[in-house]
């Protein structure tokens, strides 16, 4: 399988690391830690250091409650880093979900869009397509400040399904090409920790539906109801989620702690690779 983007056709083959630059003051682990322009290049270039596959850059947080930004000041954010980390020889993903922002992002050098909205927003369509991106799209449910009233669920696992093949085929319908496109669950967005429990349980599932799989673990709040841990101490329980989410056909992680994801698919491919030895 591979996920085609606009300069990069990314093999996957192999489980890959998307690395998060949050360029916001108020993301939920890392807010205001590279918030100015120097800052978060320096990050992106830690980050492909480390081994990065490709770079993920947001100038809006998605936390829970988190306030909305407008065009221009989430754009005043990331430019000069997307401008940057477009030369760094690695994918680049824009977060965002509104269709100006997205076009600034292409016209900018942007290889992806990563839409919390699944291009739901009016105009994000028509603002992807013809481009060449690749598209992430992901279940979510109304908007950050309002999405913890909407996680109620029969069956999570069929709902999320059926949304993410519906706006698969609405991004094709629109003319984005089939491999352009990756799915994600959506871990944490309008769903409570069973919710994102539950799914995980059933990925499979979605990784059925034909596209690849990018999911988000990384330091998220389920991980510290599970473990009692707050934010900064969520490592070990993001790898415990990244590998299981691989295990069952995730083929992109998107997460903070790029040196040790990789460390820790490292080890899941030299298991993969070896043989078991012959017993007499
Ligand atoms: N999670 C977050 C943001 N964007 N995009 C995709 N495709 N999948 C995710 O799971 C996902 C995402 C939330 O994490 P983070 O960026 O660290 O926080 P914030 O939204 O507060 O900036």
């Not at 918030?35 to 480390?50: G, K, T």
């Not at 944490?188 to 059933?202: C, D, P, Q, T, V």
Request: glycine content about 10%; proline content about 5%; aromatic content about 4%.
């Amino acid at each position: 399988m591979h996920w085609q983007t606009r300069r990069f056709r990314i093999d996957l083959s192999r489980p890959r690391v998307m690395g998060i630059v949050n360029v916001t003051p108020d993301s939920f682990s890392d807010g205001g830690s590279h918030d100015d322009s120097r800052a978060a290049i320096a990050h992106c270039e830690r980050l492909v250091a480390e081994g990065a596959d490709m770079l993920d850059i947001g100038g809006e947080s998605t936390r829970p409650g988190a306030p909305r930004v407008d065009v221009d000041s989430e754009w005043a954010r990331i430019d000069k880093v997307l401008v940057a980390a477009v030369t760094m020889g690695v994918p680049v993903s824009v977060d965002t979900y509104k269709p100006e922002v997205m076009r600034r992002a292409l016209e900018a050098g942007a290889d992806v869009i990563n839409d919390v909205q699944a291009l739901q927003m009016p105009g994000a369509l028509a603002a992807v397509a013809g481009s060449g991106a690749g598209v992430c799209l992901m279940h979510m449910r109304g908007e950050p400040a309002s999405m913890m009233d909407l996680a109620v669920y029969g069956d999570v696992v069929a709902e999320v399904a059926a949304f993410l093949a519906q706006r698969a085929q609405a991004a094709r319908d629109s003319g984005i090409p089939a491999d352009c496109i990756a799915l994600d669950p959506g871990y944490g967005f309008a769903k409570k920790g069973e919710h994102n429990l539950g799914l995980l349980a059933g990925q499979r599932h979605l990784a059925q539906l034909g596209y690849p799989l990018l999911v988000g673990w990384s330091r998220k709040r389920t991980l510290g109801d599970i473990t009692g841990r707050p934010v900064d101490q969520r490592l070990p329980a993001s790898l415990a989620a990244a590998l299981k989410a691989v295990s069952l056909g995730a083929n992109l992680l998107r997460v903070h702690d790029v040196a040790a994801t990789v460390d820790a698919l490292k080890v899941w491919a030299a298991v993969d690779a070896a043989t078991i030895p012959a017993t007499e």
